[in-house]
């Protein structure tokens, strides 16, 4: 029973990485085509775009485990299916459960060890990827950090906590100094908005030194002409907060309940992190009953789309209604926990049926 249990795993295995080879060669060729649009901007040059494409790989090995996990599986199985070794299996002694349960075991393993790769390596990676990119691009005017984006205006530094768009800044501080490097003031706003090419500063507290003296206003609204160039803030790009190891995530919202600062989104980077690796074993299990059930005969490239399509459902059902919940202030935990109930709970039953 042991080398049948073998053979399954081992041919499982070997279409996910055959999946996962695919799956990663066309992302980067798709990410490599995006960014010919930016070569040649600032320092930004072939070499280093190799290098930051590169570096986001393991990202890319993590992120996209669910699509290669469930392609992988369909074809698995579904090559056994095929040839009828499936039958022989079952009449063995293993059924379709139990089959099952053995695919899943195997790639918890696989699971645990993308998790911990991805927790260990990939932060530090992206990081140093988005400084070569943003440092290149901006030639040094623009920075990007875990924590947040850096930038340079004149004599003013300005760190954003958030790019929610190109036209809306959350949680920005601006450090100002005159020409002979000293310093004039810092100002806070929670949200800057760019309204017919002005930055309109929300919520807007400054601290003046004057004279060995501070002064400080508060303002609801504040109009600045100058900020960050819209330039940098399309070459440095949106802040993800997923790319964040758990540790920092939860640093990041430790320190944000102290400040009294907004940290709804920081939690759901938090629980996606957490749900990932969970939803990468959903969508193999998903996958088994399609090949016991009315797949068997079923052609590779019918099994691939079928492949395709499950993990697409699952991201968009996802990408959906964690938006909707931040916005009518449901839970956090039911926008993040429905996709894997659905997907588990669908599988569970047709498994039963079986």
Known sequence: MRILTNYIKREVLKYIAISFIVIISLDLIFYFLNELKILGAGNYGAVRMLTCGLLTIPRKIYELAPWYFVIGTLLGLGNLARDSELIVIQASGLSAQKITQKVIKALFILTLVLFILNEVLT?????????????????????????????????????????????????????????????????????????????????????????????????????????????????????????????????????????????????????????????????????????????????????????????????????????????YNLPIYLGVFVPPLLFSSYAFIKLRQL
């Open 123 to 327: 932060p530090h990676l992206e990081s140093l990827a988005d400084r070569i990119k943003s440092i290149a691009l901006t030639k040094g005017q623009g920075i990007y950090t875990k924590n947040g984006i850096w930038a340079k205006n004149k004599n003013n530094f300005i760190f954003v906590t958030n790019i929610k768009s190109k036209k809306e800044l959350q949680e920005v501080n601006i450090f100002a100094f005159d020409n002979f490097g000293n310093f004039c003031y810092m100002a806070y706003a929670d949200t800057a908005l760019l309204v017919n090419n002005q930055w309109e500063l929300i919520n807007y507290k400054k601290t003046q030194l004057l004279n060995n003296k501070t002064l400080k206003v508060t303002a609801a609204k504040h109009k600045q002409n100058f900020l960050i160039e819209p330039k940098i803030l399309s070459t440095i790009g949106i802040k993800h907060l997923e790319r964040n190891s758990i540790y920092d995530l939860i640093s990041i919202i430790n320190m944000r309940k102290l400040s009294d600062l907004s940290f709804a989104e920081y939690k759901v980077a938090l629980i996606n992190k957490v749900v990932h690796p969970i939803s990468m074993l959903i969508m193999a299990l998903v996958a088994c009953p399609f090949v016991f059930g009315g797949m068997r005969n079923t052609s590779a490239a019918a099994r691939m789309l079928l492949g395709v399509s499950l993990a697409f459902i699952y991201q968009t059902i996802a990408a959906t209604i964690t938006p909707i919940a931040l916005s």
